[in-house]
């Protein structure tokens, strides 16, 4: 499944992966890593103002 994920920076700078298959933080909370098929982003957490994404990649599917 792909998705966006919006990086907005300290510096009010925006970055936007409109096909990324996963975004994980690291255990250290240290970099954020957004993969896509195309590349792998890695951002210092220190630089981030705040992240969005794609609400559908938290959807739960239905029981019926």
Do not use: G
Not at 12 to 22: G, P, S
Not at 27 to 43: G, P
Request: aromatic share 8%; charged share 30%; net charge negative.
């Amino acid at each position: 499944m792909q998705y966006w994920v919006k990086v907005v920076f300290a510096d009010n700078q925006e970055l936007l992966v409109k096909d990324a298959i996963r975004h994980t933080i690291s255990e250290d909370m240290e970099v954020l890593e957004v993969d896509s098929a195309k590349e792998v982003i890695i951002v210092p957490m220190k630089q981030i103002k705040y992240i969005a994404c794609d609400a559908t990649v938290f959807a739960q599917k239905s029981k019926t």
